[in-house]
């Protein structure tokens, strides 16, 4: 193709389609020619047929009968061989107890089942056989039981036993019998053999008086054969001009498209190419040829890397599409252009060769970059002043600017309405953006599903109340906690409700439940809606999907909903699902990865005696908040029963529990060894008393009122330091290291080290719960650390990345949790690092 610019060619070596030359099918020749044609195939058939007939002893019947015979007969004999062979390897190991014996024999007893289904194959359809095979399979069974048991014998050195059994005459019987059977089935072949003879002689004669009536038949035939042959000759002339045209179509297409156009062979070199790939290069075609493919592209990869791209095509020939792939080319002047490429491998007679459709997407980058200024735009410019809008308008529904008219408040409702409702297309608009181009970043860490949920409900109740629907959160469930980002879900949670309350009927309730379990926790909204045909449940999350066109005057929204619902959960590694029924509504399942419960291990459950139950509350809010688990016990017998169940890190103790003596109750729980060392905080509105003290082993006096910080310093001095876990915190910023510190104190052993040389010392000289890990630091990245980080059992230490850098979904995949210094408080840390320490403490108890 060297020297030309032509499309690809499917044919011949050039591609030209050779012409047909009229004329010469009606020259004297070619009139004689077909003459003696239609003359000498007669007298050749003639003699065909003589030797048909001389051939046809051999030829027919028979030759497949022979064949038959003999595979069959020779399948018979091996398989008696390999009896033999099993019984020779028998005797010879029982007779030696040399493991050589056992070769032949374990190689015979492989080879006899499949043996047998050969032979069974063979005989499938023969009546003559069917009563014989199974007789010979039993046969054949037995004498490998009867091998197999003298062989286990003298295996297990039962030398005489085995002997014993063989001198029994079992196995010789068997072959005996076992020949007989053979020899029957070979007689029969025999006898069916003869038979074929017979047959075929037989045929014979009548074959050779067909043969010459089919010849006279042929006679006949051959004049309607020219009448065809002519015929035919003439259709061939009508295709060759269609073909010719086709290709001058199809020449014209490649040379006219838009797109440029590009074939090349196995290694990448260019054989032709269409003009508007020349023009959108800069060269002209024959400059090109027969270079390689490379050549076109920014940074010239090399010919090898080129041919393994080419070999990535060719391996997915009859699989899959292959997708369109992004690349910088470079025209002859050098400069660059964005452009895609699809590269399809075409089967020829020479081998795999490629085209590529080439198109140069500089304009749609343009576009797309003014989309996302746009978003910006609408993002920054847009839904601010709307914001506003809404928010005056809900002021003035509400009365903040004096009483309004009743007309006047219907017009302002109106407003307040249809200004929410732009406000949330416009956000969704937003939302599915940033997932379609892949930059929506989820903030995972722990979240408690139920004050979630709880909190969207409430945030919806007058959007539902508005349709006269009812929410309500059903009471079991427990509150699970899942690994999310809480703003998102929060996004999930209140899209579902306020879909299941725009198509519930009036008075109807949306039922909201919590399901918790091992692998994955489930939140359920249930409407008592219509229901959602099976036609539309396919597309049910596509992107502006809605049933019904008038549900979008009457109901509003966008049909966008559902689409950013399904692209958040997954995108937060869960799942989303539905369960319908036309006329008796709808259930939309969340399903989230579950993370530990926000527990804590007994080490740090503290156990409030208090008879108060507003002081109590008190106690567990302060200390929750600090990060401990609390149980409340407001009398002496509810204290016998939780001590009996759990053991506490600390108790605080009021004297004056009802119920019975509480020193006394003291002294019998120090009896319990769990008990003798948990610290007693004891909390009285009088003074300390030594002999008390003394007594029971009080640590502290609390004396009442005890503020928060009182109650928590108290405990946290109580509580032994080895019960707390041990932090590595990597971080280079003095000041932050200062202040996760004091998050901290009280709560966990923080070790702080500024780079990773220091780190990586850390981690060899001490076992760590838990690494806090800042991702810039001095000397490289805070995830070199992430192959070192491992217990001494091999399994990695859990890592929290605390980091000022934007998420990065593939990073989040790595680690536990992944927080933005600028988006989550040190509580959303401390939090999220105390959920995964009990998480993980829990599973190691488990293990």
Same mark, same amino acid.
């Given at each position: 193709m060297e020297g030309s610019n032509q499309s690809p060619h499917f044919g011949d070596q050039d591609g030209a389609i050779p012409p047909v030359d009229d004329d010469s099918a009606r020259s004297p020749i070619s009139h004689f020619l077909r003459i003696a044609a239609v003359v000498a195939v007669p007298l050749i058939l003639l003699l065909l047929g003589a030797l048909q007939v001389r051939q046809s002893d051999y030829a027919q019947e028979l030759r497949s009968r022979v064949t038959q015979a003999y595979e069959s007969r020779a399948r018979l004999e091996r398989f008696l061989s390999l009896h033999q062979d099993l019984e020779t390897g028998q005797r010879g190991y029982i007779v030696t107890g040399q493991p050589e014996f056992l070769e032949p024999y374990y190689g015979a007893r492989k080879r006899v089942g499949p043996e047998l289904s050969a032979l069974k194959s063979g005989f499938a359809n023969e009546r003559a056989f069917a009563n014989l095979l199974p007789e010979l399979a039993a046969l054949s069974h037995r004498k490998i039981d009867f091998t197999e048991r003298t062989v286990r014998l003298r295996q297990q050195g039962r030398t005489r036993a085995a002997i014993q059994l063989v001198a029994g005459g079992e196995g010789k019987h068997l072959m005996d019998r076992m020949r007989m059977l053979l020899a029957r089935m070979d007689a029969i072949e025999r006898s069916r053999l003869q038979n074929a003879a017979a047959a075929a002689d037989k045929s014979r004669s009548l074959t050779q008086g067909m043969t010459f009536g089919l010849e006279a038949l042929l006679l006949l035939l051959l004049g309607g054969a020219a009448w065809a042959i002519y015929r035919s000759v003439n259709a061939t002339r009508r295709a060759v001009g269609r073909l010719r045209d086709l290709s001058a179509r199809q020449q014209a297409i490649f040379e006219e498209a838009m797109d440029g156009m590009i074939t090349n062979d196995p290694d990448g070199r260019i054989e032709s190419l269409n003009r508007a790939a020349a023009q959108m290069w800069g060269y002209e075609p024959d400059e090109l040829l027969g270079r390689n493919l490379g050549f076109l592209i920014e940074g010239t990869p090399s010919e090898a890397e080129v041919k393994l791209f080419l070999d990535k095509v060719a391996n997915n020939v009859g699989k899959r599409a292959n997708r369109p792939i992004e690349f910088i080319a470079r025209r002859s002047d050098g400069s660059n252009f964005t452009a895609d490429i699809a590269t399809s491998a075409v089967p020829l007679g020479d081998g795999l060769h490629f085209i590529g459709v080439i198109r140069d997407i500089t304009d749609r980058k343009r576009v797309e970059r003014m989309k996302t200024?746009?978003?910006?735009? !609408?993002? /920054?410019?847009?839904?601010?002043?709307?914001?506003?809008? $809404?928010?005056?308008?809900?002021?003035?529904? !509400?009365?903040? $600017?004096?009483?309004?008219?009743? =007309?006047?408040?219907?017009?302002? =409702?109106?407003? /307040?309405?249809n200004s929410e409702r732009l406000v949330r297309l416009i956000n969704d608009i937003l939302d599915l953006e940033k997932i379609e181009s892949g930059k929506m970043t989820f903030h995972t860490k722990p979240v408690s599903l139920r004050p979630l949920v709880e909190q969207a409900i409430q945030s919806n109740l007058a959007f539902a109340d508005g349709y006269g629907v009812k929410l309500t959160l059903a009471d079991e469930g427990g509150d699970p906690v899942a690994i999310g980002d809480g703003d998102r879900l929060t996004q999930v949670v209140t899209n579902l409700l306020s879909n299941a309350a725009k198509f519930s009927p009036n008075g109807s309730e949306v039922l909201t439940s919590i399901q918790p379990g091992e692998t994955n926790h489930r939140i359920s909204i249930r409407d008592q809606g219509p229901g959602i045909s099976k036609e539309f449940q396919a597309r049910l999350f596509s992107k502006f999907a809605q049933e019904d066109a008038s549900d979008t005057r009457e109901k509003g929204g966008t049909g966008l909903g559902l689409s950013i619902v399904k692209q958040i959960v997954e995108g937060l590694g869960g799942t989303v699902s539905f369960e319908s029924e036309l006329g008796k509504g709808t259930v939309f399942h969340v399903d989230l990865p579950a993370a530990a419960a926000l527990e804590r291990s007994n080490r740090r459950q503290i156990l409030i005696c208090q008879e108060d139950k507003i002081a109590a509350a008190e106690m567990e809010a302060a200390l929750h908040k600090a990060g401990f688990g609390c149980d409340v016990a407001p009398s002496c017998s509810e204290m016998r029963r939780l001590t009996a169940d759990k053991t506490y890190a600390a108790i605080i103790l009021d004297l004056a529990l009802p119920g019975e003596e509480s020193i006394g109750l003291i002294r019998d729980l120090r009896a319990d060894p769990r008990y003798a060392s948990v610290p007693i905080l004891v909390a009285s509105a009088e003074g300390s008393n030594n002999e008390v003290s003394q007594t029971i082993a009080v640590v502290d006096w609390l004396h009442k009122p005890i503020s928060a910080e009182k109650l928590v310093k108290g405990v946290r001095m109580a509580i032994p330091a080895d019960h707390l876990p041990h932090i590595l915190h990597v971080e280079d910023d003095l000041d932050v290291l200062r202040v996760v510190a004091a998050a901290f104190e009280g709560r966990a052993h923080l070790d702080s080290v500024t780079d990773l040389d220091e780190a990586k010392a850390a981690l060899k000289e001490r076992r760590y719960d838990l690494v806090i890990l800042d991702l810039a630091l001095p000397g490289g990245s805070g995830l070199e650390l992430l192959p070192v980080m491992h217990r001494d059992d091999g399994k990695p230490i859990p890592a929290v990345i605390f980091s000022a850098q934007d998420e990065d979904p593939e990073l989040a995949r790595r680690v536990e949790a992944l927080l933005t210094k600028s988006r989550a408080s040190l509580d959303d840390l401390v939090q999220t690092v105390e959920t995964l320490i009990a998480m993980y403490m829990k599973k190691s108890d488990k293990e």
């Open positions: 200024e746009f978003v910006s735009t !609408v993002s /920054h410019e847009l839904r601010t002043p709307l914001t506003s809008i $809404a928010g005056s308008l809900g002021l003035l529904s !509400v009365g903040a $600017a004096g009483p309004l008219p009743e =007309r006047a408040q219907k017009l302002i =409702r109106i407003a /307040h309405s």
